[in-house]
C-alpha cells in the first residue's frame, strides 16, 4: 500500500466502518482522529495523500481543521463530510480549500469513486512537484531545459566558447532560445559581473538603430538636445547582444564591421572616435550565406560575426526534451499567472510529441499559456486549445544526420524513432509501462531495456486521465 489516507471523525464506529471499507477498496493505508486536535498532531508526524474529515466535530470542528491544513499544506487534497442537512457548510468549505465533499449516510461505491478522484488528484499534484523539482535540479543549464544528447552538445558549446572573449554568432529557427543562449554564454563568461545589453535590431528602425547603437551629441540632429551614450558604451566591459542581426542594412552592417574590427565608433555628430571594451553576441533565424549571395549582408561582416558558430536545434529534433519543458513551461507560467497548478491531459502531451513545432519552445510556451488560461479545472486538453488528435508523426530521417558518419546517423536515427514511438505508447497507457509493452508487442523487461538505454522515462505521463 503506497497511498495514505487521514480519517477524522468523532464517531470511533463511524472510523472503524470507514477504514475497514476504504483499505481494499483504495488500495490505501488509513489512519483515523477522533478530535482536530490529534488529526493535526498526525500530520505533523506522517506524509498523507488525501485527508477525509467530518465538518460537525466538538471542539475543532472540521472548518477551522480546514484552514490549518491549508495553512501548512495548501497542496493536501481535503475532502468533507457532512450530514445531508448541511450541505451549505460542506460548499462553504470548498470555497476554502477543500477539494470535494460526501454527504452521510455514505453509499460505499459512490463514496470510493469520489475518494478514487481525489487521490488521483494528489497524485498528479505531486509528479507535477516532481517533475518541477527534476527541472530545476536536473536538467536545467542557465534557464535553458533540456536532457537529450543534442542538447547536451549545445551546452558543452555554449561552455566553450563563453570562456573566451571572441565573436559569437548564435543561428537557429525562430523560438528555439537564442536569446537564452546569448545570456548564458555572459553568465558563463569572465564579463559575467559587466552589463548583458540586448538589442532586437528588427524592432529598431534604420535611422534611429545607428543613434541608439553608438549615441550622439548634441546638436548632431534636430531633436539631439544633449549627448547621449549609444548602447556599446552602456555595454562596456559587458556583453552586448544583437538579436536578429540578419535583418540590419548594409549601412549599419559597415558601422559594426568597424566596431568588431577595430573596437571603436564615432557617436553621431563627433569626430571623435570612442573606444570600447565589449563582447558581441549576434543571432539570426536567416541563411546569412543566401543573404550574401544576394547582396544583402556583407560577407566580411558575416566573416567577422561567424568566428564561434552556435547552432541551435529546431524542438522537432529533440522530441524527448518535449515533457520536459512542457512542465517546466507550466510550472513558469501558472506562477506568473497567478493560476492553480495544472497538468497536461495524457491526449495533449501525445499531440506535443507528435506535432512540427515550427515556433518550436515559444509556439509551445504560448499554446501553454492559453491553455492556463482558458482550460476549465486543473488540466488542460486539447479542446482548450482547439487542438485536434489528427497530427503527423514527426519524419524519421531528416537532414541533421545526412552529413554524419553511417554509425552516428544511424544512432541519433534510432534515438529519434524509439524517443517519439515509445513516448507515444507511454502517453497512449498513461505512463503504464506494461501496458505500453502490450500495445507494442513487446516483453515488458525488453521495453524497459530499450528505456534505459535511450534514457526514456514513463514519469511525465503518469496519472493523467483521458478527457471523458
Known sequence: MNRSVLIVDDEQDMLQLLKRSLEPELNCQAQTATSGEQALQLLESGIFDLVLADIKMPGMDGMRLLELIKKDSPQLTVVMMTAFGHIEMAVEAMKRGAYDFVTKPFDLDALVLRLEKALERSQLLSENIRLQKECREENVFQNIVGKSAVMQRVYETIQMVAKTDL????????????????????????????????????????????????????????????????????????????????DISPTIQAKLLRVLQEKEFKPLGDPRSVAVDVRIIASTNQALREKINNGEFREDFFYRL????????????????????????????????????????TDLLEIFMSRHWEGNVREMENLIMQ?????????????????????????????????????????????????????????????????AARLCGMERQALQQVMRRYGISAEPFRNRKRPG
Open 167 to 246: 565573436t559569437v554568432l548564435i543561428t537557429g529557427e525562430s523560438g528555439t532560445g537564442k536569446d537564452l543562449t546569448a545570456r548564458a554564454v555572459h553568465a558563463l563568461s569572465p564579463r559575467n559581473k559587466g552589463p548583458f545589453v540586448a538589442v532586437n535590431c528588427p524592432t529598431v528602425p534604420e535611422n534611429i538603430l545607428e543613434s541608439e547603437l553608438f549615441g550622439y551629441k548634441k546638436g548632431a540632429f534636430t531633436h539631439a538636445t544633449r549627448d547621449k551614450k549609444g548602447l556599446f558604451q552602456e555595454a562596456h566591459r559587458g556583453t552586448i547582444f544583437l538579436d536578429e542581426i540578419g
Open 306 to 345: 561567424n568566428v564561434l558558430p552556435v547552432q541551435l536545434p529546431p524542438l522537432r529534433e529533440h522530441r524527448e526534451d518535449i515533457p520536459l519543458i512542457a512542465v517546466h513551461l507550466l510550472e513558469k507560467h501558472c506562477r506568473k499567472l497567478d493560476k492553480p497548478v495544472k497538468t497536461l491531459s
Open 371 to 435: 491553455g492556463i488560461l482558458f482550460s476549465q479545472d486543473d488540466e488542460i486538453r486539447p479542446r482548450d486549445l482547439g487542438l485536434t488528435e489528427d497530427q503527423r508523426p514527426a519524419c524519421l530521417v531528416d537532414s541533421t544526420v545526412h552529413d554524419l558518419p553511417y554509425k552516428q546517423a544511424k544512432e541519433e536515427t534510432l534515438q529519434r524513432f524509439n524517443t517519439t514511438y515509445i513516448n507515444s505508447l507511454l502517453a497512449r497507457s498513461q505512463g503504464n509501462v506494461t501496458q
